[in-house]
């Protein structure tokens, strides 16, 4: 309500803008008018490696779609660090979202960002208009996913449900170990509350053997409220995602994807010449991987974001040269074409508007 107040009065003051703007920063983060931001509320365990955020959001936070990703920056050790996260509506606050965080091995941010002692930091937050599109809320669903593949999807089951009339939601997910298994309290509830849901959890490393991997179309079968007409949506590693895409096909059935590692280990190949148009560097990095890794290992440090292609932080343009978009396994060779370089590998010496 302060906040509110001292906004509007400050938007009809006579100072310029980015000066009421950089004050009112001073004062609280949260009330830039310019930057998207949120506070940490709360921290709490989602699975036995995961931990759930919940975030407290300014008005420039608040445009972003279940199912699509924000970009979180915020500062270690003096150092900007971004990152790529599904939020999850929080039902009936649209200034509240959850992110839930896989701790990865060895991971700066997912651990940092994670630890008790973040509650009541605050952090930037960009939304991004990449990810899943908002199913139709009539047409029946079937999601699949495997590991931190679950956010976006429970993102959108979160959202279809507190919907009116909503269409049937069947998930599939898949994880390793029953205790990695994020939301399972919040799914039974769903469970309970909204016969049009429905899900299995599907624990590959139990030695039940009924518990496999995504394999064939008798494995999706019995999962399908309407054959003819149900929107699979999948999203895990690059392998699951290509399955689920390839058993959609067998069954005729509309498939989107999202992946969120790369086909395979890059491995370094015959070096290539590399001229950074704007820096006037003439540079040597290995083919075969990731422009902006080979970049990095000899010192130069393009700005990056989540490191999978999706939030578009690294994209510089290829004034020429071939490369190859490591997620379509397509090659690129027109000149003045966008380049993401976290998931692109050259082919040929490259000239890059860098
Ligand atoms: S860092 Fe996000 S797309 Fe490259």
Redesign the pocket.
């Known amino acids: 309500m302060f906040a509110s107040s001292l906004l509007r009065l400050t938007s009809d003051s006579i100072f310029p803008a980015p000066v009421v703007n950089y004050w009112l920063e001073q004062l609280n983060p949260l009330w830039s008018t310019e930057q998207g931001r949120g506070r940490v509320l709360e921290i709490h365990p989602a699975a036995s490696d995961s931990m759930s955020l919940l975030i407290k959001l300014n008005r420039q936070a608040r445009h972003w779609q279940p199912g699509q990703h924000v970009q979180v920056r915020t500062w270690v050790d003096g150092i900007a660090h971004s990152r790529?996260y599904s939020p999850i509506p929080v039902p009936g606050r649209r200034d509240q979202m959850m992110l839930t965080i896989r701790k990865t091995p060895g991971g700066l941010m997912s651990h940092w960002l994670t630890a008790p002692e973040r509650q009541g930091n605050w952090m930037d937050l960009t939304p991004l208009q990449s990810g899943f599109e908002r199913p139709h809320q009539q047409q029946p669903l079937l999601l699949l996913a495997a590991g931190s593949g679950i956010t976006p999807l429970f993102s959108l089951i979160m959202d279809r449900l507190h919907q009116l009339n909503p269409g049937p939601i069947t998930l599939l997910y898949w994880v390793q170990r029953h205790e990695q298994a994020c939301f399972t309290s919040h799914m039974e509830r769903l469970r309970a509350r909204h016969p049009c849901f429905n899900y299995q959890i599907i624990a590959t490393q139990t030695g039940n053997p009924q518990n496999k991997h995504l394999e064939s179309v008798e494995d999706l079968m019995p999962h399908l409220t309407d054959p003819r007409n149900t929107q699979i949506l999948a999203c895990g590693p690059h392998a699951f995602t290509e399955c689920a895409k390839k058993l959609a096909q067998q069954l005729n059935l509309p498939c989107f994807a999202e992946s969120f590692s790369l086909p395979k280990p890059a491995q370094a190949g015959a070096p290539v010449q590399v001229f950074l148009k704007r820096s006037q560097r003439q540079v040597v990095i290995p083919s075969g991987i990731p422009i902006?890794s080979a970049l990095e290992a000899i010192g130069i440090h393009p700005a990056?974001?989540?490191?999978?292609?999706?939030?578009?932080?690294?994209?510089c343009t290829r004034v020429s040269g071939i490369t190859t978009d490591l997620l379509h396994q397509r090659m690129e060779h027109e000149a003045d074409g966008a380049l993401?370089?976290?998931?692109s590998t050259a082919e040929s010496d490259l000239v890059l508007d860098l």
């Open positions: 790529t902006l990056y974001g989540c490191r999978q292609g999706v939030c578009h932080t690294c994209t993401r370089l976290c998931v």
